[in-house]
């Protein structure tokens, strides 16, 4: 986050299909790394019937006021239209109200919605301090939406790391020219302090539109890796814990993924050192400060290991260890409510190897902690967060996989560490591709015959109405039809690593989700496969030309009502297998 920065490039004018190119060059060791482009629509100044521009941008009552468009999803603070006591301090990053004693001062900052229509969550970050308790409300077009009170009785008396936060509103629904405002009132010294608006598409794609999984693994000592490992004391800048051998398997599963965090360390071996392993840490440290990684990395999967630190060297109850835990769950679930939550039980540990500091409850303390922790996650699932368990706790052997100390994991440890977070982020995937939530670029056509081309990467391409000609382009391609009336697809290089996604509602005829189809005749849809296809029982009917490549789908089977319809031409492909058709919602 040190390093992060950007450069703007202004006045650029754009068409479709231009084509944006970065070239980079390593310099002494500093290697070239890019993290994104982001294109913001500019507005014309010199234009007097231009709602945007900028005559009198402290009034709101002007109505040439400058109210920002918010050109992608995201928009700092001290961009938006200042009215009142607010003032925007651009080297710090956010904009605050004067300091007062007497709750006099107030103000508001507004934007205009410039994006798709749809249902978003808007998060606000901000700064509660632990001096007062501030207050904010959120309108919509000047209606009420949300209000709250900062009222943080720990965090840091100033605006900084420590006091930064945020608050999620979910489920609004936004079309063009919508006007969001936010109004801050101090309070006995706490002044309205905002950072900044981001807004998150709800039902977005799993990996976003990178086409690979941003992955935080988060913690303490045992995320980061332990400073002995195999019972040598260790560099930290070569301390890999379990991450290495996460990513090998992740690789070796052929998931694209990329691990992000503040903290940087381990050999490089395995190329990907970011993570927020944090030694020494308590879940009340990591709950004070996830917000603003969470915010700066934007993670789809959180890998949560923590814990062992407040058992060993804290006196908290159990019943409080989990209230933590409980809230720190909630602060990663509300910034980030369509990512993945990991949440794992910590390791045992070997008391014939603790030392004179280690207290004698430890073993029995990481149990109680345990045992509670599947019922917490159960509870965080059945409130609609999408949070997992990953019992790490029983896959260590005590006498077996840790280091001399009795409680870090040795190597062979951290590879079973390893084993059960990729098994949970295997399911996390495999699940996400069967709710259309899959680790792909998304391409997608119009109501007219489109032709469209994937990359490199895995796509998902859907080509809606239309007779399209589909080409995937190389990686994993899914080809999506959402209804029955998309239309007959030309798929140009369909090939055993690509699949077929089709919605159960927009094809019925018995089709479930998530369930398989049968090669003989079923309830809940059959496929059938030869040079001369013909259909089975008297519900849907997936038909696969062997000789042609033409996949037909009969809604009724050997019914009348309805005859084969043509859905997709694969060419030169001849081999279509039953798991390479997924059924979705």
């Known amino acids: 986050s040190k390093s992060r920065t950007s450069r703007t490039i202004s006045g650029i004018t754009l068409t479709a299909t231009d084509t944006i190119r970065i070239v980079g060059q390593e310099h002494q060791g500093e290697l070239g790394r890019i993290d994104s482009i982001q294109l913001i629509a500019e507005t014309d100044p010199t234009d007097p019937t231009d709602p945007t521009d900028p005559t ?5 009552t002007d109505p040439t006021t400058a109210i920002p468009v918010i050109s992608g999803f995201f928009i700092e603070a001290e961009d938006m239209a200042l009215s009142g006591d607010y003032t925007a301090d651009f080297a710090k990053g956010y904009i605050t109200m004067p300091g007062t004693t007497n709750d006099t001062s107030n103000g508001s900052a507004a934007a205009q919605f410039a994006g798709p229509d749809g249902t978003y969550d808007i998060l606000v970050t901000y700064f509660d301090e632990n001096d007062g308790q501030a207050t904010y409300e959120l309108y919509l077009n000047d209606i009420l939406i949300d209000n709250w009170t900062a009222n943080s009785l720990g965090g840091s008396p100033i605006a900084d790391s420590k006091s930064r936060t945020s608050r999620t509103i979910s489920g609004i629904t936004l079309t063009a020219t919508d006007t969001i405002r936010i109004v801050g009132q101090e309070h006995q010294g706490e002044l309205g302090r905002i950072d900044s608006i981001q807004l998150i598409a709800e039902g977005g794609s799993l990996a976003g539109n990178n086409g690979i999984l941003e992955i935080m693994p988060l913690g303490d000592s045992i995320t980061r890796g332990a400073e002995f490992e195999n019972g040598v004391k260790s560099n930290l800048a070569t301390q890999n814990g379990y991450r290495d051998h996460l990513s090998q398997l992740l690789n070796i599963g052929g998931i694209g993924f990329d691990f992000v965090g503040s903290q940087s ?4 071996s395995f190329n990907d050192t970011e993570h927020e392993g944090h030694g020494g840490w308590k879940i009340d440290q990591i709950a004070s400060n996830v917000s603003q990684w969470l915010t700066s990395y934007q993670p789809e999967i959180i890998l949560l290991h923590i814990g062992t630190n407040d058992m060993r060297s804290s006196t908290i109850s159990i019943t409080e260890a989990i209230s933590r835990l409980s809230n720190l769950i909630d ?3 509300s910034i980030r409510p369509n990512s993945h939550l990991i949440v794992a039980s910590i390791g045992p540990t070997n008391p014939a190897s603790f030392g004179p500091t280690t207290p004698a409850n430890f073993p029995q303390r990481i149990a109680d902690y345990n045992s509670r922790i599947p019922g917490l996650v159960s509870n965080k699932t059945g409130e609609g967060k999408k949070v997992s368990f990953v019992d790490i706790g029983n896959a260590l052997i005590s006498t077996q996989h840790l280091e001399p100390d009795g409680y870090h994991p040795n190597d062979e440890g951290n590879q079973e560490i390893a084993s059960s977070f990729y098994a949970a982020i295997r399911d996390v995937v495999d699940s996400a591709q069967s709710d259309e939530l899959l680790t792909n670029n998304l391409v997608i056509g119009t109501s007219n015959s489109d032709t469209l081309i994937g990359t490199t990467n895995n796509e998902l391409i859907r080509g809606e109405h239309g007779i399209d000609t589909l080409t995937g382009g190389g990686g994993i391609d899914t080809f999506a039809y959402s209804s029955i009336q998309d239309g007959l697809d030309y798929i140009t290089d369909f090939s055993e690593d690509d699949r077929l996604l089709f919605s159960a509602a927009g094809f019925n005829g018995g089709l479930s989700k998530d369930i398989q ?9 059959t496929f059938v496969s030869s040079n001369n296809p013909i259909s089975l029982g008297s519900s849907a009917n ?8 033409l996949l037909q789908f009969d809604r009724d ?3 009348a009502a309805y005859t084969p319809v043509d859905i997709a031409q694969l060419t030169g492909f001849s081999a279509l297998s039953i798991s390479q058709i997924i059924i979705a919602a």
């Open 331 to 333: 602060i990663i679930t």
């Open 56 to 60: 009198d941008p402290t009034d709101p």
């Open 265 to 268: 360390n381990g050999d490089g």
């Open 542 to 549: 997936f038909l696969f030309d062997t000789d042609t490549g």
């Open 557 to 559: 089977g050997v019914g």
């Open 517 to 525: 189809l049968s090669t003989s005749a079923s309830n809940s849809g």
